[in-house]
């Protein structure tokens, strides 16, 4: 058993800001009592004798260490549908999917067992921080942070805050809403890794959670305003992400600063220096200069952004403004719960900018265009792959479908594998097994202004600046705590090929572009290894 106590011999490897990917080949990295003592070439350690009591952990040329992830938006309780449900708009999304699985955590027993695969997963996928929305559920958002805290998860939790425009067996009162977050914030706080006990070594935090304005009066939203200014607490909350919400809002408040979120939750207390919010797709330069003023910030999700927003946030253009930055998986808006997959998808959203644009120079409702099922789901997608493809090719007689006298060109697919990318639902019907399994990730491009270098940089030194944590995670820095992932590039299962003569800059590109949680062989909370 390990005293916390390590010694790291090999390459080590961060991203102190957007632009640097900084390797250190040949180092040493000594960690004590979770935080990093000393990174230095490895023949500058000579006193060795002080190090008896270290477990020393020696690097391949085919492993490094890098940062754990930051993910900055993850709804817990729609663990239970990742992968799938993504084939309607938003609002019709929270209707026929959300709102019933979220509902379903009134049963503890069915949230302990959703919430434990989750957190599990997340760090065996190495997410070693995440902002978590739970449900309106007091016990079990407490039973979220009791897993978190056991499990030795970095975890920021709101219980979820809705008075109105819910269905009525997921809605709650206003008193009600106010009552139990103040008790989740009190119960957190008096956890062995909260607050009041583990101080400025805390893991697990309570966050301030309106789900979104079109739930929330604004009488709700001024109290939890009140609530996190009292406790001085981090908030959470999603902000001008669709066409339709956007919409939605302007019609229940086209007097505060013409229906937009960033004047309601400004005039509700809400936007501080310890708010994160979703998405931002339709945010206008104005309304990013009253957050930069504020100190909040925004977690984009690309992800469910493509999927949900039809649009990208401008993660580059606010960063230059002065917006903090950071990436959310959106799980379960976005298919996946791994951040490698959303870190592509902010690569890949980056390129759409030349060709996807909105008009940003005012604050104003801007004009929509018409929000519709989608025109390509997962089926059409896959349909692309198979016998589009044959048709494409005039073979389509012989492959790409199932028919009597077709050539036999076939896959067998397992979905309950011990090691596959998500969990195995034994309920579940099998169009959405299917969806689970097939929807895409996303390339490699180059040459961006967002390369895989930035993107990187977001999904941890991005997001632990967003929390307002980055002198305390994020990149290997003396005196920092160590979160960290031990990456193994050649494992014999993983989902590309390594070659012994690539330098590590290629090694780590080749990961984070095509790589998965197969690489990943030891995750590191606060020096504490958890998985």
């Known amino acids: 058993m390990s005293n916390g106590k390590y010694i790291f011999h090999g390459t080590i490897i961060d991203t102190p800001d957007p632009s640097t990917l900084r390797i250190r080949k040949q180092h040493i990295c000594t960690v004590n009592k979770g935080k990093i003592e000393i990174i230095e070439p490895a023949d500058s350690l000579n006193t060795v004798d002080l190090y008896r009591d270290y477990t020393i952990i020696h690097l391949s040329e085919s492993q490094f260490i890098c ?9 817990a309780p729609q663990y239970r549908q990742v992968g799938s449900a993504t084939e309607v708009p938003l609002l019709q999304w929270l209707d026929k999917f959300t709102f019933p699985n979220e509902a379903r955590c009134a049963d503890l027993s069915y949230a302990r067992n959703l919430y434990t695969k989750l957190v599990s997963r997340l760090l065996r996928n190495g997410t070693t921080t995440v902002q978590y929305f739970a449900t309106i559920h007091l016990e079990a958002t407490k039973t979220l942070a009791d897993i978190c805290q056991e499990k030795g998860q970095r975890a920021y939790i709101g219980k979820v805050c809705a008075d109105r425009n819910s269905p009525d067996f997921y809605i709650e009162t206003t008193e009600e809403s106010v009552r139990y977050t103040e008790e989740f914030i009190n119960y957190v706080h008096r956890m062995e890794k909260g607050r009041d006990i583990a101080e400025m070594k805390a893991l697990i935090h ?71 919010f979703a998405h931002g797709v339709y945010l206008a330069d104005d309304e990013v200069d009253h957050m930069i003023a504020s100190g909040s910030a925004v977690a984009s999700c690309p992800i469910a952004n493509f999927l949900f927003s039809k649009g990208i946030t401008a993660i580059e253009r606010f960063r230059r403004k002065g917006l903090k930055v950071g990436l959310g998986t959106d799980v379960g808006g976005g298919y996946s719960s791994n951040m490698l997959p959303v870190v592509r998808a902010a690569v890949f959203g980056n390129r759409t900018m030349d060709f996807v644009s909105i008009d940003r120079s005012i604050a104003a409702l801007p004009e929509f265009p018409e929000h519709k099922d989608p025109d390509i789901d997962f089926t059409f997608a896959f349909y692309l792959a198979t016998l589009g493809g044959a048709h494409a090719l005039n073979i389509d007689t012989h492959i790409g479908s199932f028919e009597i006298g077709k050539e036999f060109d076939a896959l067998l697919v397992d979905c309950n594998k011990d090691d596959q990318a998500f969990d195995y639902w034994s309920e579940d019907e099998s169009d959405i097994i299917f969806e689970k399994w097939v929807l895409p990730e996303f390339p490699e491009h180059k040459d961006p202004d967002i390369d895989f270098t930035f993107a990187f940089y977001l999904a941890t030194l991005g997001g632990a600046h967003a929390l307002n944590i980055d002198t305390h995670i994020g990149s290997f820095e003396i005196g920092k705590e160590f979160d960290a992932l031990l990456v193994d590039c050649n494992k014999d299962d993983q989902a590309f090929d390594y070659w012994s003569e690539d330098e590590s800059d290629i090694i780590f590109e080749k990961w984070v572009n095509a790589g998965d949680d197969r690489n990943i062989v030891g995750v590191w909370v606060q020096g504490r290894k958890v998985c």
């Open 67 to 75: 940062p754990g992830f930051v993910d900055l938006h993850c709804h």
């Open 206 to 276: 309570p966050v301030v959670t309106p789900r979104f304005v079109p739930t929330c009066s604004l009488d709700l939203l001024a109290q939890l305003g009140q609530l996190a200014n009292k406790y001085d607490v981090h908030i959470q909350s999603h902000i001008a992400e669709t066409a339709d919400q956007v919409a939605f809002v302007h019609a229940l408040h086209p007097d505060i600063g013409n229906g937009r979120d960033v004047a309601i939750f400004n005039q509700t207390g809400l936007l501080t220096n310890k708010a994160v």
